[in-house]
């Protein structure tokens, strides 16, 4: 007798059979799916000369001024000058009335003249005296009183005479003049005014905006530094708010630190024709200290500090990324020197290092690019998919 068979068995095992394929197939899809891609922003290594530079803040100072007061009181009766006006050295600048003191060189000469007559006579009449008394036929006493008129009559023209010169002193004294040149700058006078002698108070102030200098400071701990390479001449770059940066030379250091601000004081000197740098006004400077030739240079925001030091990641050719630890050297503005571990030539990421990991992919943004990441290789090809 033939085994029973259910029509219902071959149904169930081409179902079965369908299930277990469509389950496996699903597995097989999700280890298929595609990993992700971090974006990125990338730069380039570079080899080029960097300086070595000290940075500190500093004050803009005349290198020569002048605050111009009056050696005589007098009425001021002319001021031949604007403020702000540009002015020679000699130049009239404010005249007093001259009356007074002319008069007082005339009776001052006119004294001299009669006390010069008047001396000339005692003179003669000390000669005559003299003989007379080797004659003996004047006295000693006489001889003596003779002889002393004389010298007493000279000693009042000399006197007379330094009369003379300080009231044509006086005279000269009451036309100010300017005794450098430079720029004038507040003045404090009017015509009508009465200007004291000799007041503390200065009239107008003078000052040579050109060359012009500027004083800083470096703290102590950078000395032996600036001491190492003073020798190469140091150069001094100021750079104005709003303005191009202007070079100069150090013209200037102190011999001794401040023990109370621990600085050393030092001076730059700065063409500064068209007048950009004001006396008083505050600047960033930079002392350049020397240049190296062939620097390995990023910008600094390539590198990350870890547990094990700085460090950056480099893009490799198969655009996944590898940590490289480095030294860093110095930094300069917005970019790093780095002395070992890199060499120019390699792309290193400069953002999006927070997502990454060792051997993570990347895709490269192009700079100014925006919307969806545009997906590039590290040599500049499209990555492959």
């Given amino acids: 007798m033939a085994p029973f068979r259910s029509p219902l068995l071959p149904a169930l095992a081409t179902l079965l059979a369908s299930v277990l394929a469509f389950g496996g197939g699903g597995c097989s899809a999700q280890k298929k799916t595609r990993s992700v891609r971090v974006p990125v922003r990338v730069a380039t290594v570079v080899e080029q000369p960097m300086p070595y530079t000290l940075g500190s803040i500093g004050t803009v100072e005349a290198l020569r001024t002048a605050a111009i007061g009056s050696q005589v009181g007098g009425v001021v009766t002319r001021v031949s000058f604007r403020e702000g006006d540009a002015v020679a050295r000699g130049q009239v600048l404010i005249q007093l009335d001259p009356r007074p003191f002319r008069a007082a060189l005339e009776h001052a000469r006119a004294t001299l003249g009669g006390d010069r007559a008047r001396a000339e006579t005692a003179r003669l009449e000390a000669e005559r005296g003299r003989s007379l008394y080797e004659d003996k036929i004047l006295s000693q006493s006489e001889w003596d009183q003779k002889r002393a008129d004389a010298e007493a009559l000279a000693a009042t023209v000399r006197e007379d005479s330094a009369t003379v010169a300080t ?103 700065f063409p500064n024709p068209d007048g950009r740098l004001v006396p008083g006004q505050f600047v960033d400077v930079r002392l350049v200290l020397y240049v190296a030739p062939r620097a390995i240079v990023v910008p600094s925001q390539a590198v990350s500090t870890g547990q094990q030091g700085a460090y950056v990641y480099v893009v490799n050719a198969d655009s996944t ?40 992919k990347v895709i490269i943004r192009k700079p100014g690019a925006q919307g969806a990441a545009v997906e590039t290789a590290a040599g500049g090809a499209s990555a492959a998919r």
Avoid: C, W
């Fill in 167 to 269: 009231a044509a002193l006086n005279l000269e004294f009451a036309t100010i003049r300017s005794p450098i040149t430079g720029r004038t700058g507040r003045l404090h006078v009017n015509v009508g005014d009465y200007v004291k002698a000799a007041t503390s108070d200065p009239l107008v102030t003078v000052i040579q905006p050109h060359p012009i200098r500027v004083r800083f400071s470096i703290p102590e701990r950078d000395v032996p530094v600036l001491q190492r390479y003073l020798k190469e001449h140091p150069q001094v770059e100021v750079m104005p708010s709003g303005a191009a940066p202007i070079e100069g030379n150090l013209v200037f250091v102190d011999n001794a630190v401040d023990p109370v601000s621990g600085t050393l004081l030092l001076k730059g000197e």
């Fill in 321 to 360: 990324v590898t940590p490289r630890p480095v030294e860093v050297e110095r930094t300069v503005d917005e970019l790093t020197v780095v002395s070992s571990g890199l060499k120019a030539g390699e792309p290193v990421v400069t953002d999006g290092q927070l997502r990454l990991s060792p051997g993570a």
